[in-house]
């Protein structure tokens, strides 16, 4: 008799819970999600391209147009721009309940129409409207899939109060049919990561001053990056070919690409901390900026627009990350659109700004000396992250 109950209670309903959840467990996507990483690999293709290739189109329409530097840098400038700014109208249109699928769409459509546009665009101003708003318009929607919402925090406050309930689970006594399910999802996701993020899900990113610090530094890592832009024009008037340009700007980025990659290799394999990394993207923007202006020929320009790639492009692999690791999770949403608009402004006005000082002052020189100056500034910055880093002030 004792045998037979021992039976019966051998197979609780736990057990079943269990299995249930083995069996149920599938791929969300259907098995089609390398379908989804394909195509936006190949859209941050074409979009990074329009965008490396700016300062060998700047070239390009200064002789066909023949108008001025600062008005035609414009046209580079707003596309920058508009890549970034467009983040937090992406996030609205988001919180009225659009899909990716619907933003990417409309997006890439009004993208590929606007570029036909331009190719019969009569002068700057309609070039402008057709190249540099609406062809850009597309790679909001792809950084704010690079954001926090495509990694499942759509709603935030939901979220959150579900890691809350999720976190008086653990107190309350739970009855024999849950605790199966709670020592699995205990292993999968420990409840200090709930205890963590739903601490940093009140909307208090304000009041954190190493996010104005991160903001600060990443204004000098914008504002100081004139290579994309005004190294061609550089290169072009020490005397070498547009072709030679071309060639430069190709090398940089094919390093932007390699960049990417090694930025990922060095704090996920190595675990170098990403503090370090942003005080060395930083350090190398500011080296490069101040060797331009001494080098005049292929081989050096060369080696100043590696230095320019590794370091801008270290820069942009860390925000998210760097903003999460202040924040938390809970309030990366709302912090990468907060610096992403602050990004696209600034990118609508820098290049625009140096065209102005570089012809008043007749040389182009005096750019770089100023992207030395600020990226210098960036650099001094984050010693401060790297101060909260080591200080146990990150979130995660």
């Not at 990483?37 to 290739?53: M, V």
């Not at 970034?84 to 890439?108: D, N, T």
């Not at 060797?291 to 925000?319: D, I, K, M, N, W």
Request: hydrophobic residues 45%; proline residues 3%; contains cysteine.
């Amino acid at each position: 008799m004792q045998c037979r109950m021992r039976n019966t209670d051998a197979q609780p309903p736990e057990v079943e819970v269990v299995n249930q959840l083995e069996t149920e467990t599938r791929p969300p996507d259907g098995g089609w999600g390398w379908v989804v990483c394909l195509a936006c690999f190949l859209t941050n293709c074409t979009i990074l391209g329009s965008i490396s290739i700016n300062g060998i189109i700047l070239i390009e329409l200064l002789d066909l147009f023949n108008d001025s530097l600062s008005k035609t840098t414009i046209v580079c400038s707003i596309i920058s721009g508009t890549a970034m700014f467009g983040g937090p109208l992406v996030s609205i249109a988001l919180k009225f309940k659009a899909s990716y699928r619907q933003l990417m769409m409309v997006a890439g459509i009004i993208a590929a129409a606007s570029a036909v546009a331009s190719s019969f665009a009569p002068n700057i101003e309609t070039l402008i409207f057709t190249y540099g708003i609406l062809v850009e318009n597309k790679r909001s929607s792809v950084d704010e899939m690079e954001g926090a919402e495509n990694l499942g925090f759509e709603a935030e406050d939901e979220r959150c109060d579900d890691s809350n309930r999720r976190i008086s689970e653990d107190i309350e006594p739970l009855p024999k049919t849950l605790q199966a399910r709670q020592s699995i999802t205990s292993e999968i996701i420990p409840s200090e990561f709930y205890n963590r993020k739903s601490s940093y899900c009140n909307g208090t990113i304000f009041k954190n001053k190493y996010f104005y610090l991160l903001l600060a530094i990443y204004t000098t890592h914008s504002v100081g990056n004139s290579v994309q832009i005004y190294l061609p024009v550089y290169v072009v008037s020490v005397g070498l070919s547009r072709e030679e340009s071309a060639q430069i700007m190709a090398i940089y980025g094919a390093i932007g690409i390699v960049s990417v990659l090694l930025v990922g290799f060095l704090a996920d394999i190595i675990h170098i901390p990403t503090s370090y990394l942003l005080m060395a993207a930083m350090s190398s923007m500011s080296l490069s900026s101040i060797l331009v202006p001494f080098c005049q020929s292929f081989e050096t320009l060369a080696l100043c627009a590696v230095l320019t790639s590794v370091g801008y492009h270290f820069g942009v692999s860390l925000r998210i990350v760097l903003i999460s690791a202040i924040l938390g999770t809970c309030n990366m949403t709302a912090a990468y659109s907060i610096l992403s608009g602050l990004i696209g402004i600034l990118y609508f006005l820098y290049p625009t700004i140096k065209g102005f000082v570089s012809e008043a002052t007749q040389q182009f020189s005096v750019v770089f000396y100023f992207d030395f100056a600020i990226t210098f500034l960036g650099a001094v910055l984050s010693c401060g992250i790297i101060y909260a880093q080591k200080t146990g002030k990150f979130v995660e």
